[in-house]
T-cell receptor, first 112, second 115 residues
Framework: KQEVTQIPAALSVPEGENLVLNCSFTDSAIYNLQWFRQDPGKGLTSLLLIQSSQREQTSGRLNASLDKSSGRSTLYIAASQPGDSATYLCAVSGVTGNQFYFGTGTSLTVIP | DTGVSQNPRHKITKRGQNVTFRCDPISEHNRLYWYRQTLGQGPEFLTYFQNEAQLEKSRLLSDRFSAERPKGSFSTLEIQRTEQGDSAMYLC?????????????FGSGTQLSVL
């Protein structure tokens, strides 16, 4: 069964700092990997999707990379802002089975 | 595109009661997923529909849980004889397409509290 791990579980940084969130998965047979943002008590908002054949995707201050062979992805956030404070989750879409497997998330706090 | 809509947003019920949640996916999306999330955890897969067909159901899902998607439009998730352990956020997501390009769009969730 696919297992997804996110490190660190929580991160606190001062405003303006660049930061990296990590996601690892055990089965490299994936279709894609998605990064989501979740605010407290809310649903998930999709940030970036990387197909298994791609190496990275960028959206504004966000850059996600994927190394499928090593089972790793990173989400890079540039020039962090207090509004970036949220929980960030990664999810992989497995080739076997019809579901997405989620990590437990990284809770990010950006201090003004 | 009005997004994925879930109702109610919050539900408080007593142990042993039945509850039903509704999810309206994005109109052209053919896939619909139900997930459950508890505090500090990632979403856990419950079940999935392709159009009106329920194609997969988690082995963790007890017989007290049932889901439907009549006519491939909205979906309902019913929990019978609720238990305190059912307290969680129930999330619905929809998508269009399969495989490499499949992107999930989530609703705001239904927060269930079983007293």
């Amino acid at each position: 069964k696919q297992e997804v791990t996110q490190i660190p579980a929580a991160l606190s940084v001062p405003e303006g700092e660049n930061l990296v969130l990590n996601c690892s998965f055990t089965d490299s047979a994936i279709y894609n990997l998605q990064w989501f943002r979740q605010d407290p008590g809310k649903g998930l908002t999709s940030l970036l999707l990387i197909q298994s054949s791609q190496r990275e995707q960028t959206s504004g201050r966000l850059n996600a990379s994927l190394d499928k062979s090593s089972g790793r992805s990173t989400l890079y956030i540039a020039a962090s802002q207090p509004g970036d404070s949220a929980t960030y989750l990664c999810a992989v879409s497995g080739v076997t089975g019809n579901q997405f497997y989620f990590g437990t998330g990284t809770s990010l706090t950006v201090i003004p | 595109d009005t997004g994925v809509s879930q109702n109610p947003r919050h539900k408080i019920t007593k142990r042993g009661q039945n509850v039903t949640f509704r999810c309206d996916p994005i109109s052209e999306h053919n896939r619909l997923y139900w997930y459950r999330q508890t505090l500090g955890q990632g979403p856990e897969f419950l079940t999935y529909f392709q159009n009106e067909a329920q194609l997969e159901k988690s082995r963790l899902l007890s017989d007290r849980f049932s889901a439907e998607r009549p006519k491939g439009s909205f979906s309902t998730l019913e929990i019978q004889r609720t238990e305190q352990g059912d307290s969680a956020m129930y999330l619905c997501a929809s998508s269009l397409g399969t495989g490499w390009t499949e992107k999930l769009f989530f609703g705001s969730g239904t927060q269930l509290s079983v007293l």
